[in-house]
């Protein structure tokens, strides 16, 4: 029988991705406004190769507010993982592909291994809700060990993958003494 497992987390853009789009709708109309109606003001009808620069510049707007909606998805399907971006829910960017046989450590980023395997690695994927990582108990990661190359996944935490993490790898995955085969044990007792 099949495990599967899939976790989407949708990118919190910050500030920058709630004011970006808000002001620079507001700059495109202004240029609009100015780019087109100024050179009829001034007796210049080039209308054709202004309304042109203003349907230009409303598109690379449009694009670059679309770059902001991002989405990572995380897969497991028996022992094979994949994390892939999916930007503006069209474009799918594979991240990583790899087994969790692979793993060389599987836990939070608040264990003591974090800092010096974040610093021995040749790359860091971050698959969780906030582009600058919080080091809290619901982000996990994964170490792995491929061909010589060395790189993490850092994704948010889910109840439901740790029998699957621990059923393909014992050994590298962190043990959780308050979850017994992915239920809480306050919920056995209710």
Known sequence: MDSVYED???RDSGKIGKVFPVLSVIGVV???????ILPILMGINIIFFTGILTIAAGAIIWHLNRKFKVEFEIS?????????QIIAQSKREELMLFTVRDCEFIGPVTSDRYKTDKENV??????????NLRIIDDNWYMLVNQGG??????FRFNEDIYPLLRRFNPR?????????RGRKKNDDNA
């Open 8 to 10: 989407i987390v949708k």
């Open 30 to 36: 202004i240029f609009g406004i100015i780019v087109n």
């Open 76 to 84: 497991l399907v028996n022992d094979q993982v994949t994390a892939t």
């Open 122 to 131: 040749e790359y860091a994927v971050n698959c969780t809700e906030t582009r």
């Open 149 to 154: 190359s060395r790189y993490m996944l850092i």
């Open 172 to 180: 590298a995955t962190v043990v959780m003494p308050d979850l017994i």
